[in-house]
C-alpha cells in the first residue's frame, strides 16, 4: 500500500505537467477552434531559454523573462500558420502549419543547443521530504502548485477583468462578440500567447525533474492532447482530471507491469473516450448550425 501510495503521488506530480500542457490546447480551441500542434515545443524552448538564462541569473527571476518568450513564440505561431488559415477559411490548413513550425522550432534547439540532453539545476533541495513514510521531492510539489496556480490566475481573469470578458464572449460565440465590436482577432492572437506562456512555464517547471534537451516536448505534447481529447477540449477540470488519470496510469503500469508498457492505459482510455464520448468526459458537444 505505501509503495501504491508513493506511485499515486508521483503520478499526480506528472499528470499536473500533461494538465497545463493540455490546458494550453484549451485557450485556443475556445477562442478559434484551433489548436497548435507545436505545444510540446513551445515547452521545449521554455526550458532551453530557461536553462541558458538560469545560467546567468537566479531561477526566480528567470521565469518572468521565459514566460515572455514563451507569449511572443505563440504570437508568432498565430500570426504565420494560424491567421492565413482562418482568413481563407482553410478547415484543416492550421494543423499543418502549426506541424511544421514545430519541426522548425525543433531543428533550430538543436542548432542552437546541441542534440544532446542536459541536466537542468534545481532551485529547490533535491533531497525528498517525508510525509507519513512517503517521500516527496520538493520539486514535485512547486509542479503541483505552479500548475493550479496559472490555471487559476486565467480563470480569475477571465471572471474578473473585462479582456478576460471578451475572451470568454469570443469563446461562446466568435461572430456575435464580433458584431459587438470586439476584437476577436486580437482575442485569438491573446489566446495563443497565453497558450504558449503556460507550455514555456510547464517547461521551466519540469526541466528541472527530467533531462533537457530538444527532443523533450515532443512526447510531451502529444500525451498532452491526449489528455485534453479525454478530458474534453472545452473543459477546464477536464483537463485536470484528465492529467491526473494519466499520470498516475503511466506511474502505475510501469512498476507493476513494465516501462515499456506505462504508455498502453493512456492510449487505450483515449480510445474508449472516442468510442463512447467523443466530446471527453467532461466535455459537452456542440450542435452546428448550417
Do not use: C
Not at 17 to 23: P, Q, T, V
Not at 114 to 121: A, S, Y
Not at 130 to 146: K, S
Not at 178 to 189: A, F, P, R
Amino acid at each position: 500500500m505505501e509503495i501504491f501510495a508513493q506511485l499515486i503521488l508521483s503520478g499526480i506530480a506528472l499528470g499536473m505537467i500533461y494538465g497545463l500542457i493540455a490546458f494550453g490546447y484549451q485557450l485556443t480551441f475556445a477562442t478559434s477552434g484551433t489548436l497548435n500542434f507545436g505545444q510540446g515545443e513551445a515547452l521545449m524552448l521554455g526550458a532551453m531559454v530557461g536553462l541558458t538564462l538560469v545560467g546567468h541569473m537566479n531561477y526566480w527571476l528567470m521565469i518572468p523573462l521565459v514566460l515572455v518568450f514563451g507569449a511572443l513564440q505563440g504570437v508568432l505561431v498565430e500570426r504565420l500558420g494560424v491567421l492565413p488559415a482562418l482568413k481563407t477559411k482553410s478547415e484543416f490548413g492550421w494543423i499543418m502549419t502549426t506541424i511544421s513550425l514545430a519541426i522548425i522550432f525543433k531543428n533550430v534547439a538543436e542548432n542552437v543547443w546541441g542534440h544532446d540532453d542536459v541536466t537542468f539545476p534545481s532551485p529547490l533541495p533535491t533531497a525528498p521530504l517525508q510525509f507519513f513514510g512517503l517521500r516527496v521531492l520538493p520539486m514535485e510539489i512547486l509542479v503541483v502548485a505552479g500548475a493550479l496556480a496559472v490555471m487559476l490566475a486565467v480563470e480569475i481573469f477571465n471572471r474578473k477583468s473585462i479582456y478576460g470578458k471578451a475572451v470568454v464572449a469570443t469563446s461562446n460565440d466568435r461572430d456575435a462578440a464580433g458584431l459587438m465590436g470586439i476584437n476577436t482577432g486580437m482575442v485569438i492572437t491573446f489566446s495563443y500567447a497565453l497558450s504558449s506562456m503556460t507550455a514555456a512555464f510547464a517547461g521551466v517547471l519540469v526541466a528541472p525533474l527530467t533531462l533537457t534537451g530538444a527532443t523533450m516536448g515532443a512526447v510531451l505534447g502529444l500525451k498532452a492532447f491526449a489528455v485534453a481529447i479525454i478530458g474534453g477540449l472545452n473543459s477546464g477540470m477536464g483537463v485536470i482530471v484528465g492529467g491526473l488519470i494519466l499520470g498516475i496510469a503511466e506511474t502505475t503500469t510501469g512498476y507493476y507491469i513494465s516501462t515499456g508498457y506505462k504508455d498502453v492505459p493512456g492510449l487505450l482510455l483515449l480510445l474508449l473516450v472516442l468510442a463512447i464520448k467523443p466530446a471527453g468526459m467532461f466535455g459537452k458537444s456542440v450542435i452546428k448550425k448550417v
